[in-house]
């Protein structure tokens, strides 16, 4: 009997996927996902490593601030932008801009005051670079007309960086934490709400075509939801498995090594915590879905989910500081999928607290799927009108 059971309901798990394989929506988004991913992943790593590069035109007074914040771009600093300038001579600043090569010219005004000439607009950078020269060489000789010695020079245009000191130091992450709970979060909403409304929609075609009348003569209510459930789990594990994936292999490609070891060693719990979410809202959906006897009432009967999906992506990307609301919230059965691994992320969850969350959302889904396969196998063979949910209640007790 348990085998044949079992057997029966990989026959629709695998139904499910084979559907889902053939759906061209389905196959253009994940592709569309993995490029997003793969995109956000690589462009910034490639900009951030390519030093930008500036042609200066400087006159022949304006020239040491010129080479000064040439050296100040090629040495960069904790304050201070890296870039490759090249210092020209000129004699008109005016003329000198009109070159397209050159992004600005140096000169001085009568008061010997710095000035950057340029068609349309200076690079920040370069603006910043020239200001930190300029600020540089004016101390140096305002300090020698005063008689201040080389080291007092150094002490005043090179001050000593503060020193920090952290009460709670959090190790040095490649990527802000924040940035890994939105992309975990985003997954999770996008997946979970994509997956729920196939499953919604695939009940509905079946009840509206009658095939559902057919499969349920084959087999009992309750494997043929198990089935679906299981099948686009499977489905939806498989595809933030693979975008997952795309985005750490564009890493690793990149030489962003540090990156892959971050991201694994929270994606782990995102993933639990992401299959029992999943798990404890598949029936809901379908359940969703039984409840409409046509697909135009899915927007009426499937809003709460919506909704109940849409909190935790919320959730999770406003209350980002630590406090008794966050806490509160990633034992919250909803929320909890994205909040504990929020808080892991960020270092701010003790290590039995993620553990514990866990068991809370595993009962959840537990009663969940028990409270839905009752609700389902009350409605799913109601094909006349859409079902209330007393009635498919008291109708699946006798189911």
């Known amino acids: 009997m348990n085998a044949s059971r079992s057997d029966l309901i990989r026959l629709v798990a695998g139904r499910e996927i084979a559907v889902k394989l053939r759906d061209k929506g389905f196959l253009a ?13 690589v462009v910034p790593a490639l900009i951030e490593g390519d030093t930008p ?5 400087a006159t022949a007074e304006a020239r040491p601030v010129a080479e000064a914040a040439a050296a100040l771009g090629a040495d960069g600093g904790p304050s201070l932008p890296t870039a490759d300038i090249t210092v020209i001579d000129a004699d008109d600043p005016a003329a000198a801009v009109s070159d397209p090569e050159v992004d600005s010219a140096l000169s001085l005004d009568a008061d010997g005051s710095v ?3 340029a068609r349309e607009g200076v690079p920040g950078g370069l603006e910043e670079l020239v200001a930190a020269a300029s600020f540089s060489l004016t101390a140096q000789d305002v300090a020698t ?18 020193r920090v000191e952290l009460l709670e130091p959090r190790p040095d992450q490649p990527v802000p934490p924040e940035l890994v709970i939105v992309i975990f979060g985003f997954m999770f909403y996008f ?3 994509t997956f729920g409304v196939a499953i919604a929609q695939s009940v509905v075609e079946e009840k509206s075509s009658r095939v559902v009348e057919i499969l349920v003569a084959a087999l009992p209510i309750r494997w043929l939801l198990a089935g679906k459930v299981l099948g686009n789990t499977v489905m939806a ?14 890493a690793k490609a990149i030489g962003k090594g540090e990156i892959v070891t971050q991201v694994i060693g929270v994606s782990g719990w995102f993933l639990a915590f992401f299959v029992l979410g999943f798990l404890m809202l598949a029936c809901l959906w379908a359940v969703a879905g039984s409840l409409a006897s046509r697909v135009e009432e899915l927007q009426s009967t499937t809003l709460y989910m919506q909704i ?10 406003l209350i980002q500081e630590e406090g008794p609301l966050r806490v509160a919230l990633s034992y919250f059965p909803l929320t909890a999928p994205l909040l504990m691994p929020a808080r892991i992320a960020t270092g701010d969850a003790a290590v039995w607290e993620p553990w514990v969350a866990m068991g809370v959302v595993a009962l959840t889904a537990l009663a969940l799927v028990r409270i839905g396969a009752r609700l389902y196998a009350g409605s799913v063979l109601n094909t006349s009108a859409r079902t209330k949910l007393g009635g498919a209640w008291a109708a699946g007790g006798r189911a």
């Open 191 to 193: 997946t979970v709400l």
């Open 145 to 162: 007309e005063a008689g201040l010695s080389a080291d007092q020079v150094a002490a005043l245009t090179s001050p000593a960086a503060p």
């Open 29 to 41: 988004s994940t592709l569309v996902f993995i490029a997003v991913i793969v995109i956000a992943v």
């Open 115 to 117: 000035v950057l000439t």
């Open 237 to 250: 594990l498989g595809q933030v498995l693979l975008i997952v994936g795309a985005g750490l292999l564009g």
């Open 308 to 317: 109940a999906v849409m909190v935790p992506f919320f959730a999770a990307i």
């Open 53 to 57: 590069e500036y042609t200066v035109a």
